[in-house]
């Protein structure tokens, strides 16, 4: 069978399919793998407690089943839903938007897949492709194998700012950042999954600036932080800006099950997003706008978030971060500043294989850790820093968590 070039793009091995492909197998296959691998959020009881109320209160309702399985959505998204989400945000954050300034899909991969497709690419009358720009890699893996063609896109490096002998931050480098009229978009995650940056502030509004002078989107992957769940542990919020496109995520709440997704952006784009939905989709699921609906409507989503899951992971942050400092003391090694997401970002300048290689060999000792080198892409090979780092989730049990580590620091001093 012949593929076409789409096909083929779509259907290469790719860095999130095998990411999957583990995650599944760990969490399904053999649960007994030390899973440091992955973007699954914890399982936190007091949360899974809290959907099961909900979703009683859901079917207990008379008409609830049927809204539960038994209607198609409208294209937009549920109405109701979409209500309670947006006074919501006007409550929580401020933000000044309205239900013309939202749509939601199944999952916000799949709210990506639209975005980058709609934007990147060649525009009428082009000869060259237009790109979507990354101002500072590593970036979400999860966006590098989405578009229909090859190389849209387009990523600088990082200004490397060294904290103290084992701390260190990614800072972007407005010195080398420019767009130009090839470019169709700017795109970063906040907090950064895989490092657990936080952007500030101040560096979104220098990025906003940047795309508008252009005329271009700045998107905002929020999968993380504002406005659920807020793993953000400064708990400074995200600047709003009605020019920008904020991809937002229910999964990192502890529901990547019922995969929901919401875009907030101009009202032009959300017409198109919807438009692309609806062809690839017909209509979202009910179940997450169901279940959200009913935590935001009675109150418990502010509470939840604030009293269950940012202690929760803060806590596990710190543990995580306690291990690696018992462990690896005396080696080269170096911690991004994990200031949100649930992740710790690790450089081992000193590796004298590759990250890829420390990957498998970690994978026969029993613990799955994540391969930083496909967190890279858009930028020209040959960056050794690239194959020097890898990634941890501490969304595990501190047991997990502490053994792990210690498997990979032993595995290090080996090397
Ligand atoms: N964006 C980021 C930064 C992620 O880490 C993920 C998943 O891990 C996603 C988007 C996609 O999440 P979902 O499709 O579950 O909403």
């Not at 938007?97 to 009358?125: C, K």
Request: hydrophobic share 40%; with cysteine; proline share 5%.
């Amino acid at each position: 069978m012949k593929l076409s070039q789409f096909g083929q793009k779509l259907t290469s091995q790719s860095g999130i399919v095998s990411l999957m492909e583990d995650l599944g197998h760990a969490l399904n296959v053999n649960p007994e793998l030390l899973f440091l691998g992955g973007g699954n959020p914890a399982r936190i009881p007091e949360f899974e407690a809290e959907v099961a109320k909900h979703l009683a209160g859901i079917i207990d309702k008379p008409d609830g089943i049927n809204k539960l399985v038994g209607v198609y959505q409208s294209p937009k998204g549920s109405e109701v839903f979409i209500e309670a989400l947006v006074s919501y945000i006007r409550k929580q954050l401020g933000w000044n938007i309205s239900a013309a300034n939202v749509a939601t899909t199944n999952g916000s991969q799949s709210a990506f897949f639209i975005l980058l497709n709609i934007l990147a690419g060649r525009q009428e009358g082009d000869s060259v492709a237009k790109k979507i720009v990354f101002p500072m890699m590593p970036e979400y893996l999860g966006y590098s194998d989405q578009t229909s063609e090859h190389e849209l896109f387009r990523s600088f490096l990082p200004h490397i700012e060294h904290i103290d002998a084992t701390r260190f931050k990614y800072k972007v480098d407005f010195n080398a950042l420019a767009l130009n009229e090839q470019d169709a978009a700017l795109c970063v995650s906040r907090p950064t999954n895989p490092t657990g940056n936080v952007l500030t502030n101040e560096e979104l509004l220098r990025l906003s600036s940047i795309a508008k002078q252009q005329g271009v989107p700045f998107i905002i992957d929020c999968a993380y932080g504002d406005p659920f769940p807020g793993m953000v542990y400064n708990r400074e919020h995200i600047h709003f800006d009605s020019d920008n496109l904020y991809v937002i995520s229910c999964s990192k709440l502890g529901m990547p099950g019922v995969r929901a997704g919401i875009i907030i952006g101009p009202e032009q784009i959300i017409e198109k997003v919807v438009n692309v939905n609806t062809v690839m989709s017909l209509a979202n699921g009910n179940l997450g706008p169901c279940l959200m609906t009913s935590l935001i409507n009675n109150g418990d989503l502010v509470g939840l978030c604030q009293n269950t899951l940012q202690p929760f992971y803060r806590s596990r942050r710190d543990f995580a971060v306690s291990c690696v400092d018992k462990y690896f003391a005396g080696l080269p090694y170096l911690l991004h500043q994990p200031e949100g997401a649930f992740f710790l970002w690790l450089w081992f300048p000193k590796l004298s294989i590759s990250s890829t290689e420390l990957y498998e060999r970690m994978k026969k000792k029993g613990v799955l850790i994540m391969d930083g080198s496909h967190f890279f892409f858009g930028i020209d090979e040959g960056w050794n820093h690239a194959q020097q780092c890898i990634r941890l989730t501490y969304c595990q049990s501190e047991q997990v968590i502490d053994e792990g580590i210690r498997l990979i620091a032993e595995e290090l001093k080996n090397l």
